[in-house]
């Protein structure tokens, strides 16, 4: 029977697991901790690491999980980019859980649109405080305005479509470009310098490489229009936070929606409202009255989360039985 050792868990993630586990019978424990230097010893014994996107799964810890025998590192999100996959050398496979509900992210991607473009979130402050003013509370129709999407996996695709509804041009870019669904959706690929150029509203669904960290910067701000939104449900270092702040200072960014941020480890899925915020930049970011930041929950719907674990159990029994793993993250030796 396959032991697997859960790292960063909640009692969601507990809830869930365990009530899907009893078609596969595998034993698990469940830690609180993150999975680390220092956290590495508790995997001893076990067969599998179950990690997610803020577990630290770097060269130290993984010579440490080779030592302890260990056969797979299974993430439970689709981002693999905090495990060093070079560092196995190929001798433990790494499996992720590629789509679980694009609906949920690409779904939460609107929402931020919807709701920085209304001021929702102000709006609902002043109402509970008997304030009925409408100063401060003018949005755009976001019918004929254009927006650019960065990334056309199925989330971005699914986020096209939900804006094409809206009446929206649409512009895209990925180095894959799907010309079929280019042709059913109605939308267009393009540069990113014209994307820039053109849209009112730019969202990010590429996966975070060497080629797309920091994709928005001093720079590419610079290019975008006056006052263009910005959402970001993919990787925080998709954008430099650094840049985003002084573009929302001098007015060159008008709305920025995050669901990630790029130095959120230490902060997202925690309860940290009994604590002094120590990180100075998110600080500062949640002074403007222009942003909205949710903490990684794009992917927290129902659906996705069964659909994570299912996958995730799947990936492991795969493992087990000595099949092909459908969901391993290539590695070259």
Do not use: W
Not at 3 to 16: G, M, Q, S, V
Not at 144 to 167: D, P, R
Not at 220 to 237: D, P
Not at 239 to 252: E, V, Y
């Amino acid at each position: 029977m396959m032991k697997i050792a859960f790292f960063d868990t909640k009692p969601y993630d507990r809830e869930l697991f365990d009530r899907m586990n009893k078609d596969f019978g595998f034993t698990i424990k469940y830690y609180e901790t993150k999975l680390t230097e220092d956290s590495v010893t508790l995997t001893k014994g076990y067969d599998v690491v179950c990690v997610f996107v803020n577990d630290t799964v770097k060269k130290t810890v993984i010579h440490e999980l080779l030592k302890n025998d260990i056969k797979m590192i299974a993430l439970r999100c689709a981002g693999f980019n905090n495990v060093d996959v070079a560092a196995t050398k190929c001798k433990i496979p790494v499996v992720r859980v590629p789509a679980y509900s694009p609906y949920a992210i690409a779904e939460h991607t609107v929402a931020l649109i919807l709701a920085l473009n209304r001021k929702i979130y102000r709006a609902y402050i002043r109402t509970r405080e008997s304030n009925f003013s409408l100063n401060g509370l003018m949005g755009f129709d976001m019918f004929g305005k254009t927006a650019g999407i960065i990334g056309t996996g199925k989330i971005g695709l699914l986020t096209i479509g939900i804006l094409k509804g809206f009446g929206m041009r649409v512009l895209a870019y990925d180095v894959f470009p799907n010309r079929d669904a280019a042709q059913q959706y109605g939308f267009e690929y393009t540069t990113l310098d014209y994307i820039y150029k053109e849209s009112d509203v730019i969202s990010l669904h590429c996966p975070l490489t060497q080629e797309t960290e920091y994709l928005v910067n001093a720079e590419s701000l610079e290019q975008m229009k006056k006052g263009v939104m910005i959402i970001n449900t993919g990787r925080g270092k998709l954008i430099d936070t650094r840049a985003l702040i002084k573009g929302l200072k001098s007015g060159q960014v008008g709305y920025a929606g995050l669901d990630v941020y790029e130095e959120e480890r230490d902060f997202f899925f925690e309860d940290q409202s009994d604590m002094i915020l120590t990180d100075d930049v998110l600080a500062r970011l949640l002074t403007f009255n222009n942003v909205i930041i949710t903490s990684h929950q794009g992917f927290f719907t129902r659906e996705a989360l069964e659909s994570i674990a299912l996958t995730t159990l799947n990936n492991i029994r795969e493992m087990e039985a000595g099949m092909e793993l459908t969901n391993r993250v290539v590695c070259k030796p």
